[in-house]
């Protein structure tokens, strides 16, 4: 019956697809297929407007309406209730059973001993008979062949160790007696622990890049915050243009209300001249017909009504001079240009120093070698104002030693008074590299410069608070101090130690120098604030000197 159904499903199988009919449809040549492959098919004939069968190549126009077949539709849904799933069956990629006739179901284990592999019907007896107890069933296999030794027919259950290959019993008698060999089992469980090891290697290694990856993230959206801060803060600038704008329009208002109230004050002043130039001239001209009158008493009776002309007249009181207001004001105008051009350039230059300086990835690796760590050294010197008037420093100020002559020093409010101890001049940021040259035992510190200075013994000592972070040297060892807690700290005794800051990663390093640099101990933290290098002499150690050495 079974053979019935497989043979009535062949019939009911798409041209197309090779599945069952879906929504099947029957084209005017009397070929049945599925309703989306025709559809598919024709689709692809659109361009020429000509359709044909897959099978029987007759051709259609135009493109038949196509309508489901009920009757086939409702055949379709009976093979599916008493015929197998289709699924069960075994595609091209899966194991088939052995015992199968016609179409083979699905192998849902395969048998080492029996090298065969069962669907779910033909498994039973391996659960069922005792006879099968023993056997040992696995996934599905295709190779099952390759467990099967060629020579003897036998199940490879031994391992060769010596030539890392499966075997069989009789193989591990003859060809390879002599050989390390076990069982495939107890091998199999060595390797497996190894493969488990290797998998927690794995995971661990996941883990760990998949901290990166958010740590990346972090770092994106800190660079991404960051960067649109300062592209708000520099909306300042357009401020600015809008200040200078407005103060610009005022000086132009200013001096041009200036200039119509001068030039209206000239105007006036140019008429009033004209005018008296047009009366002088007026005279002038009766003046002049009277010294043309031929007869004598005519001259002497009019020249007494022009007597007033003969009064003397003043010349003109204006002092003709260059005006140079506005000359100052363009002047003024310059000069303030000039400035404010020196102060951008030489502002915006720093500006786009800063932005280029801008580290958008994860720092790169701390350096390894001396050459390496040479790249960021800094010359470092020490701040007279700062030192414990138990040291006396030289005059480049790299130098101090430890005396018990105390020194003159003026009185500042830097000045450490309790413990023999001085920082740097400079304030240490970005990526610096310093050394110290020890003659004794000392304390090689890092600390913000609003550390205590003049609190109690322990208040204001490098590595007894959160400010600072100290490596001490010991006579045959180190111990590194932060926040008052002691943490030992082991490598080889040198008089030089180097200190490796990388401010923006908050890395802090301490290594032993010598033929070799060796690490002795290293800090991961966040830096708020700038630091300055330090350094302290231990107590009865009077005579011993600190160098930073000349790296340049």
């Known amino acids: ?18 599945d069952p009919l879906k929504e099947p449809v029957t084209i005017p040549c009397g070929h049945n297929y599925c309703m989306n492959c ?26 038949p309406i196509l309508v489901k077949n009920t009757l086939l539709a409702e055949l379709m849904e009976e093979l599916k209730e008493t015929a197998p799933a289709d699924h069960c069956y075994a595609g091209a990629e899966d194991v088939g059973c052995d015992f199968c006739t016609g179409r083979k179901l699905r192998a849902l284990k395969s048998c080492l001993q029996c090298v065969a592999s069962y669907c779910e019907k033909h498994l039973q007896p391996h659960y069922e008979s005792p006879a099968f107890k ?27 160790r010596t ?35 290797s998998r927690q290697n794995i995971l661990q290694g996941i883990q760990d890049r998949e901290k990166d990856v958010k740590q990346l993230q972090q770092e994106v959206e800190a660079i991404n915050g960051s960067a649109d801060k300062a592209v708000e803060d520099s909306e300042i600038c ?13 000086v132009k208002q200013q001096v041009r209300s200036k200039q119509e109230t001068e030039v209206s004050r000239v105007k006036e002043l140019q008429e009033k001249l004209e005018q008296e130039i047009r009366e002088l001239k007026r005279r002038d001209a009766e003046m002049q017909k009277l010294s043309h009158t031929e007869d004598h008493n005519q001259f002497l009776l009019n020249y007494a009504s022009l007597s007033a002309l003969s009064e003397p007249t003043h010349s003109s009181s204006i002092e003709v001079r260059p005006l140079r207001y506005f000359e100052d004001v363009t002047a ?30 994860l720092s790169p690796p701390d350096p390894k070698t001396r050459a390496e760590f040479l790249k960021y050294s800094c010359d470092i010197t020490l701040d007279p104002n700062t030192a414990n008037t ?31 101890q001085v920082l740097s001049k400079e304030s240490l940021t970005g990526r610096c590299y310093w050394e110290v040259k020890w003659s004794g035992m000392g304390v090689c510190a890092v600390a913000y410069k609003n550390i205590i200075r003049a609190g109690g013994w ?10 600072s972070w100290a490596l001490q040297s010991n006579n045959n060892n180190y111990t590194f101090w932060y926040n008052n807690i002691k943490t030992p700290v082991s490598g080889p005794r040198s008089s030089r130690v180097g200190v490796y800051l990388d401010h923006r990663a908050g890395i802090l390093s301490f290594y032993s120098v010598s033929e070799t640099m060796t690490l002795l101990h290293r800090v991961q933290t966040t830096f708020t604030q700038p630091l300055h290098a330090g350094l302290r002499f231990k107590l009865f150690t009077l005579g011993a000197t600190a160098e930073f050495c000349n790296l340049k």
């Open 390 to 420: 138990q040291l006396v420093l030289t005059e480049e100020g790299r130098k101090a030693t430890f005396t018990s002559l105390p020194q003159s020093y003026s009185s500042h409010p830097d000045r450490f008074t309790k413990w023999p």
């Open 163 to 197: 030539d890392q290959q499966c075997i069989c019993y009789l193989c591990s008698m003859e060809d390879h007696k002599g050989h390390e060999t076990v069982s495939a089992a107890a091998e199999r469980t060595e390797r497996q622990r190894e493969l488990e090891g």
């Open 38 to 63: 025709i559809h598919r098919h024709w689709d692809g004939e659109d361009e020429n407007q000509i359709y044909s069968c897959p099978v029987c190549r007759q051709t259609f126009a135009p493109r």
């Open 1 to 18: 019956m079974a053979q019935e159904h497989l043979l009535d499903q062949k019939k009911f199988r798409c041209s197309i697809c090779l």
């Open 332 to 361: 003024a105008v310059s000069e303030v240009r000039d400035k404010l051009q020196d102060v951008v350039k030489k502002t915006w230059t720093n500006i786009s120093l800063m932005v280029s300086e801008v580290e958008v990835l």
């Open 134 to 160: 023993k056997h040992k069933l696995v996934e599905p296999s295709k190779k099952l062949q390759e467990s099967i030794c060629s020579r003897h027919e036998e199940v490879k259950k031994m391992f060769c």
């Open 238 to 250: 357009k401020e600015l243009i809008r200040f200078m704008e407005k103060r610009n329009s005022d």
């Open 458 to 467: 322990e208040e204001g000592v490098f590595g007894t608070n959160d400010k």
